[in-house]
């Protein structure tokens, strides 16, 4: 290090300029992000998608294969799943938004609490350790056996598991940063303990939690499928995806397209998602990058 | 006698968008058997690029040779494939490194991964490998290797290690030894028996040696010859007492003059001035273990008493371990002390409540070692700088336009403010430390190891710099190094630590004139180079 050195590297470069070489080095990050605009424009604009109501019986056209009518079909009562299958990604990213969106924010707070208040640590990490052990399905299961079918419900029991894996995330970085000198400098300079949190740890953490957010939007999707399909999900008359494929399993060997077709959207979403995660965290965090 | 080692003409490309073309540029050098080249440079300089492109570990993907000649024993090795070069390291060209501790397998017995050498160059049986294991073990001057042949590496100290990286590397007689920076993790005292060590080997087993450094004093303590580079070429080589005493390069006499005296310059005793800092006894000790692991108590730091006036520099000089930079931050109230008073013009803080001590915070201010990690690297430095003075209620702009004052003042542009540390350099960015910790207007300024992560020429600077403004604020300097060189040029007294304790404190010129403790002449006979005044050049 001579000091001559230290030339201006423009900020932007840095955090921007490197999303191009990204597409192209990625193909399928790009694919996935486009998939991703898709479910949420069809989320959004679900009644103008040529779409009916999808809670419409219509006992004189049960079973129909695909037509110039109903593009996928009808179910076994006569809906047309066309319609269920588009205004089942509202459920579907209502659900996964909302999960990693509370997760991590719930996670974050008691995650930096717990790696900077060393009295809270053990306590609160015994805890999370304790609601790891328990599959995150069951746990669920029964916290909304407990509560009552409803989409609320249904989010806080798929958020409650997902929380312990981004406290550890978070207590991880926090007692990494904490050691840094620059921390140490903020002390000396009188820095109150929530602003060491909020300016020198916190943006450390945030990389990291992009990324997780990600994953966690993925399985709460899967987790509410699991959960509509084992029927402790979204209550029946909620067009899910999860409830599509629970109700169309006794038809199974006469339409398969009734299960087929949510399956295939969950299936598309949840890989997208992912795959965007993986790329995300080769860009944010290039630690862990692994090629996708 | 023909050479071990030829290097012609070697260029090697860094890849595109890189800060330079070459990483290593028309470099050509040699080396005859039994003797030792040291290649020094400062940080980018190329010098560990050529020691990695002899043995054919440099990254294909960063880095490609663009063109020259590697010669081992007039061997080409550049166009050998990777199976023969695999052949070769280890048994004709071997390499010892900066880190003992990473270059080992923890989980491997130390005797077993000399072994692992013989293992794979030779048809010795298990039997045979291990008697020759010790036999190396013995010949790198290990104690006991019949009991240490078994240890696993964490049971060992830090020259342990090296010697056993060096016995590995010596185990099949290789022509070539290749050294990267091998001592710069290690004591000074570890240090001198190493260097020693390597020395001796070469003298007995006449192995050529490539020894890298940045480190004038080893090069003068070690080298047959010296090759200077900078900027990944060459720009000066020839004996050790030709580059030394009579160099002919600008950059060479520049880094040789840069090279702190071990000899400390006359000062006047501060006598008169106020006491602003004063430690009583004071005492740090860690108690480890619980559940499972027995009780371990260490005693970090045990009665140390301490003064230093205003306008005065205190050094306080010692080993790793020693417990230096546990007082340090004993003092900045980094940790809490476990006994014993720190005044700070006569007014306790050891013992003050988080809140109680908020006053005190800023008359006390810390500049770290590491220049890369003392910054917060998501902050602009401004940021940085203005974020003490606004926490004891400055208006931010009345910080700002004081950050920009202070840039000034360490030799910064102020427009600078708003860029990030990585845009800095290493001495840069211990400037911007320094304006930091100034920012606050402290009456205690305690460095730790300022200027160690810094290459030679850089520290001369930053050296400078703090001195400056001691004078300037009339500042107490707490200065923590293990450089002796150092200590003798900033401190006015200095104060040896040996094991958690003050063993010798004096005037500088007193210490380094008339050593009184064991320990202290110790520390100072290991000293590299100290027979050698550099920067007295013959014309």
């Given amino acids: ?292 | 006698m023909p050479p071990v080692l030829n290097v012609e003409n070697l260029t090697v490309q860094l890849p595109a968008g890189a800060d330079r073309l070459n990483a290593v540029e028309d470099v050509s050098f040699s080396v005859a058997p039994g003797e030792i080249v040291c290649v020094v440079g400062e940080s980018g300089s190329g010098k560990s690029v050529t020691a990695h492109s002899i043995m054919g570990l440099l990254p294909r993907r960063q880095f490609t040779i663009a063109s020259g000649r590697v010669l081992l024993e007039g061997g080409e090795l550049l166009t050998k494939s990777a199976a023969e070069m695999r052949a070769i390291r280890g048994d004709r060209i071997s390499m010892i490194f900066q880190e003992p501790m990473t270059a080992l397998n923890p989980v491997m017995k130390v005797g077993d991964q000399i072994a692992e050498v013989l293992d794979i160059h030779t048809d010795l049986n298990e039997g045979e490998r291990r008697a020759r294991a010790l036999e190396v073990m013995e010949a790198v001057r290990l104690p006991d290797p019949e009991r240490m042949i078994d240890a696993y590496p964490h049971q060992l100290s830090g020259g342990q290690r090296q010697r056993i990286m060096i016995a590995a590397a010596l185990v099949l007689d290789p022509a070539l030894l290749i050294a990267d920076e091998p001592t710069t993790a290690l004591d000074v005292t570890t240090q001198a028996q190493i260097l020693k060590l390597i020395k001796e080997l070469r003298e007995r087993r006449n192995t050529g040696v490539l020894f890298i450094t940045h480190d004038f004093g080893v090069v003068a303590e070690v080298a047959s010859r010296v090759v200077v580079m900078q900027h990944g070429k060459v720009v000066e080589q020839g004996t050790t007492e030709e580059v030394l005493r009579r160099p002919k390069h600008d950059y060479t006499r520049m880094l040789i003059r840069s090279v702190p005296s071990l000899s400390p310059p006359a000062r006047a005793p501060i006598d008169n001035e106020p006491i602003v800092l004063q430690t009583n006894n004071l005492t740090k000790t860690y108690v480890s273990g619980g559940f499972f692991a027995k009780r371990r108590v260490v005693e970090a730091a045990k009665d140390v008493n301490l003064l230093v006036r205003r306008g005065e520099t205190l050094g306080v000089v010692g080993e790793s371990g020693s417990g230096k930079s546990t007082v340090a931050r004993c003092i900045a109230r980094l940790i809490d002390p476990t006994d014993g008073a720190i005044l700070i013009k006569g007014a306790d803080v050891a013992k003050l409540s988080a809140s109680a001590l908020r006053p005190h915070r800023k008359r006390v201010q810390i500049v770290f070692q590491d220049p890369y990690r003392s910054l917060n690297p998501r902050r602009n430095v401004g940021a940085s700088i203005t974020e003490g003075p606004v926490n004891f209620g400055m208006s931010p702009q009345a910080a700002h336009e004081r950050a920009r004052e202070l840039m000034r003042l360490v030799g910064l542009d102020p427009d600078a403010l708003s860029r990030f540390p990585h845009q800095f350099s290493g001495g840069q960015r211990q400037r911007v430390c320094i304006a930091r910790a100034l920012a606050m207007e402290p009456e205690i300024l305690v460095a730790d190891e300022p200027v160690s992560a810094l290459d030679v020429s850089v520290q001369a600077q930053v050296l400078e710099l703090i001195d400056d403004v001691r004078k300037r604020f009339s500042l107490a300097v707490l200065f923590i190094t293990h450089d002796l060189r150092v200590a003798a040029q900033v401190c006015d007294r200095i104060a040896v630590m040996h094991k958690g304790e003050v063993v010798e404190e004096g005037a500088t010129a007193a210490v380094f004139g008339a050593p009184q403790h064991a320990y202290t002449r110790a520390l100072f006979d290991s000293a590299p180079g100290r027979n050698f005044e550099f920067g007295k050049f013959e014309t």
């Avoid at chain 1, 140490?184 to 939690?209: D, K, W």
Wanted: glycine share 8%; proline share 8%; charged share 15%.
């Fill in chain 1, 1 to 292: 290090m001579t000091d001559t050195a230290g030339k201006a590297i423009p900020i932007g470069a840095t955090m921007f300029g490197g999303w191009r070489p990204l597409a192209a080095r990625y193909p399928f990050v790009v694919v996935s992000a486009i998939i991703i605009t898709l479910t949420v424009l069809a989320a959004v604009f679900a009644p103008l998608l040529w779409t009916t109501n999808p809670l419409d019986l219509n006992p004189l056209q049960r079973l129909r294969p695909p037509s110039e009518a109903s593009w996928f079909g009808t179910d076994q009562f006569g809906r047309d799943i066309w319609t269920r299958v588009v205004y089942g990604t509202r459920v579907s990213l209502a659900v996964g938004i909302a999960v990693a969106v509370l997760s991590i924010s719930i996670g974050l707070f008691i995650g930096l609490t717990a790696g900077y208040i060393r009295i809270l640590d053990g306590i609160v990490m015994r805890v999370m350790d304790g609601l790891m052990a328990i599959p995150g399905v069951l746990l669920a299961i029964a916290l909304v056996s407990l509560s009552g079918a409803s989409l609320t419900t249904v989010i806080i029991a798929i958020t409650v598991p997902e929380i312990p894996r981004v406290v550890r995330l978070v207590r991880a970085v926090v007692l990494t940063v904490r050691e840094e000198p620059y921390v140490e400098a903020a002390i000396a300079a009188g820095t109150s303990l929530p602003m060491i949190l909020i300016r020198h740890v916190l943006p450390n953490c945030v990389p990291a939690l992009i990324v997780q957010a990600t994953y966690v939007c993925a399985s709460a999707m899967l987790t509410e499928a699991i959960l509509s399909f084992l029927g402790a999900g979204t209550p029946p008359e909620i067009p899910s995806w999860g409830n599509m494929m629970a109700e169309g399993r006794a038809f199974f060997p006469i339409a398969p397209r009734i299960i087929l077709f949510p399956g295939a959207a969950l299936a598309l979403t949840i890989l997208a998602v992912n795959v965007l995660g993986d790329g995300l965290r080769d860009r944010l965090d290039p630690k862990l990058a692994r090629r996708v």
